[in-house]
């Protein structure tokens, strides 16, 4: 039953958003988007997009983000944010790059969790749209929605990662998260989702929470 009913739920995510796979932040390079998506933390991918514009002319590949001086970065990266620590972890992070995997990002989930400012998330994120690896990427979005469409129940980013690599077959693994994040942005808010626009409301356990506390019938 439980597997019917995720099957059905990543049907109408197909449908409705289809099985193209994009990703929201602009690079052209791995170490771009390795960069690109350390600065989403807490900020916007759209402003993300606009201080990169730049950032990338200025700072090419990470040997130039290893020698960039750290006051001069924290102002160039300073609309996203935290820009303290996103600074001074982009730094070490382009460092190690260069002086332990020759400048090239590395493929391993081992190895990318190893640098300063990677954690799962965004070493998933690399795995996924560089390396074309079975990701499973847990951000705000896919914590919420996941836990409303009863795929988990977990709140822990990582034990959600593990809950949704058992539901979901591999080849939405990136996919899913792709989906949810225009689902999120669109419909499912965190405050006041769209219920009344929402083409999951049958799947959902706070909709249906909702609708008995209210003494609707569903």
Not at 69 to 88: C, M, R, S, V, W
Not at 110 to 126: F, H, M, Y
Not at 173 to 188: A, E, K, S, V
Request: glycine share 6%; with cysteine; net charge positive.
């Amino acid at each position: 039953m439980a597997e019917k009913r995720t099957k059905e739920i990543l049907a109408k995510l197909d449908q409705v958003y289809t099985r193209e796979y994009k990703c929201y932040l602009n690079y052209n390079t791995p170490g771009q988007l390795l960069i690109a998506t350390m600065l989403s933390a807490q900020c916007t991918d759209a402003r993300v997009n606009i201080v990169t514009k730049d950032l990338f002319q200025k700072y090419p590949d990470m040997e130039a983000f290893a020698g960039a001086d750290l006051e001069e970065l924290e102002q160039d990266i300073k609309p996203t944010g935290f820009y303290h620590n996103k600074a001074k972890n982009i730094i070490g992070c382009a460092k190690k790059i260069c002086e332990e995997y020759n400048g090239k990002v590395p493929d391993r989930l081992e190895d990318l969790v190893s640098l300063p400012g990677v954690g799962r998330k965004t070493a998933n994120v690399i795995r996924g749209n560089i390396f074309h690896e079975p990701s499973v990427v847990v951000d705000t979005h896919v914590k919420r929605i996941s836990r409303r469409l009863g795929l988990t129940s977990e709140t822990d980013p990582e034990k959600i990662e593990m809950d949704l690599m058992k539901v979901l077959p591999e080849d939405h693994w990136i996919l899913y998260n792709i989906q949810i994040i225009t689902f999120g942005r669109q419909i499912c808010f965190a405050r006041s989702p769209k219920c009344q626009e929402c083409f999951l409301t049958d799947y959902c356990l706070e909709y249906k929470e909702k609708q008995r506390k209210s003494g609707k019938k569903l």
